[in-house]
């Protein structure tokens, strides 16, 4: 299996073949309804029917002549770079890409300084990241939305925040302050998530209750509705990604 510097599931979440992971374990990576590296049982995907590739942190896929084109995020492409949580139409069956980004530094990081950095070493780190990686693919975001939370005695404001999925899978946030920090420690919400950051990220409600979110130079990174951001304007619905934890702005009940 090669070992790339991001690693990339593809999670059928609508079709015949609903519920199926596979790993991108080489590049070209070739999905179709036979002679495929992924063989899908849809009867409009082609016999190849889509090429994907990873080349050093960006993942890309290609339409191969197929009958019935590729949809990617609403629009019909012939190549497209991937993100995270993208989602793919493909004959009758959506498919949602998963990336793990920086892998390579996630490694690097976690087995400099280890006195015991040798094979067993290592694979505890993979677990690690398998573990971690399983959890982020079983994401779905195809089920309702949850758009109201229980009313807080002492909130100050009427929104909150829901951890959609993660380690901290439902829990619920509370704004009682114009500024909540979000983080690994040092914060008002704290998450399990080693990925966050010890203090990730900031949101601020101002006199007339417009929400912002702003990134605390964190490792990686901040997003709002699958785009990173240094600083945005957020609202109830908004979906905000810090490490591998996918939280929702929410509306509180009376």
Known sequence: MAEFEIRVTLTVVEGVDHGYTVELDRSPFFLGRSRADFVMTDKKVSSIHACFEIEGKVAKVVD???TNGIILNGQKVRESTLNNLDMIEIGFSKIRVNIVENLKFFKEKNLSGREDSGEESKA??????NEELSQFSKWDLS?????????SKKAKYPYGL???QGLD???ELYFDREEVIIGRSNANFVLKDTDVSRTHAIITIDS????TIKDMNSTNGTYVNKKKISQSEIKVGDLIQVGQTLCEVVLESE
């Open 64 to 66: 191969e002549n197929s």
């Open 162 to 164: 829901l951890v959609r």
């Open 208 to 211: 007339n209750r417009k929400m």
């Open 143 to 151: 089920n309702p939305s949850l758009k109201e939370v229980k009313k």
């Open 124 to 129: 505890d780190i993979n677990a690690m990241i």
């Open 169 to 171: 899978r439902g829990k």
